[in-house]
């Protein structure tokens, strides 16, 4: 199949582009190579597939309607849409650009894809979007009184409703798949683990927000990516679709414990300064998991320690080479 790729050069985009080509989808990846970090990080992420026969590349901003027409003038067979503005922390500093890119760029996709007639539409969202978990169960998709509590959350939040109306108004299958705290090589460099592990390697000490009692439900790059996988191919395999799902672990990891793995994996001992709760972080995550396992057969593999291993050695090998 044909698929468009929003934010290929990402993190969790890049990992995603090298399966679907394995998978032998031709892929037509859209990045914008966001200021929100290096240039030459995406650019690096892109290297094991940017001259795959099967792949081709546009550089541009869904924020700019008239570029995505202009570039994207061929049909696709499903769109993925992963590319968003990240961030909890920034996104209380200036929400106006997450509504520009997380729900108006959105909304300029689904009426590319009403335009030429692609009827397909995999959305990346977020476990943000349930707010303070307060009981600190797992969270199912069926829970209503959705609380976001940033602007980040509250944009994934408004995007999944605009896809709702698409699918309405003009049968567009959707699966909205709310992600939980993925991490893993390449994972961006102002998230937990890699930031950690950045410190710890220079000899400095971490600063945890907090008395360490926080959780969320660390999920393995190689899992989401497979419930990503298994979300296009039951897109493709069926019509009349709108479902949202979550991509987690199930098993929600405190703050200190997470740190403790770190510290562990690098063989190091503990210095840590700790500091008060920032604005716009949720207390816990935690993923009920039974509605992806019963329509994707999604079913996490990798443990908190085993990603955590697999991340440093990626770490480590980075840094010999000097990138």
Same mark, same amino acid.
């Given at each position: ?27 037509i990846g ?54 968003? *503005? ?46 303070n978990n *307060? ?36 049968? /567009?299958? /959707? ?24 410190? /710890? ?19 393995? /790059? ?17 019509? *009349? ?28 001992a503990p ?19 039974? *509605? ?32």
């Amino acid at each position: 199949m044909k698929i468009l790729l929003t934010g290929c050069a990402g993190f969790i985009g890049s990992h995603t582009a090298e399966r679907l080509l394995a998978s032998g989808h031709e892929v037509i990846g859209v990045d914008n190579f966001s200021k929100f970090y290096d240039r030459k990080i995406k650019e690096r992420n892109m290297e094991g597939f940017v001259n795959h026969a099967n792949f081709s590349f546009h550089e541009l901003d869904i924020r700019d309607k008239d570029a995505i027409y202009s570039a994207l003038n061929q049909s696709v067979d499903l769109v993925l849409h992963l590319a968003a *503005k990240a961030g909890v922390r920034p996104s209380i500093i200036n929400p106006i650009d997450y509504i520009d890119v997380n729900i108006k760029g959105t909304q300029h996709l689904l009426q590319w894809m009403v335009d030429n007639k692609c009827k397909k539409l995999f959305f990346a969202s977020s476990s943000s979007v349930y707010g303070n978990n *307060k009981l600190g169960t797992a969270l199912s998709e069926n829970k209503l009184d959705v609380e976001p509590i940033s602007p980040y959350a509250f944009t994934k939040r408004s995007a999944e409703l605009v896809n709702h109306t698409y699918h309405h108004l003009y049968d /567009i299958d /959707i699966i909205n798949a709310r992600f939980f705290t993925v991490y893993g090589p390449r994972q961006r460099p102002d998230l937990a683990i890699h930031k950690f592990v950045d410190l /710890i390697y220079n000899k400095q000490s971490i600063e945890m927000y907090g008395d360490g009692n926080t959780a969320r439900d660390y999920t393995y /790059i190689d899992d989401t990516v497979s419930g990503i996988i298994s979300g296009v191919d039951y897109l493709f395999e069926n019509d *009349k679709v709108y479902e949202t799902l979550n991509l987690g672990n199930q098993n929600p990891v405190q703050l200190k414990a997470l740190i403790k793995v770190i510290y562990d994996a690098m063989n190091c001992a503990p210095e840590i300064i700790q500091k008060g709760m920032q604005d716009g972080d949720v207390n816990i995550t935690y993923a009920n998991i039974e *509605k992806a396992n019963a329509l994707l057969g999604y079913k996490p593999e990798v443990s908190i320690n085993e990603g955590v291993k697999r991340f440093v050695e990626w770490y480590k090998k980075m840094q010999s080479l000097n990138v």
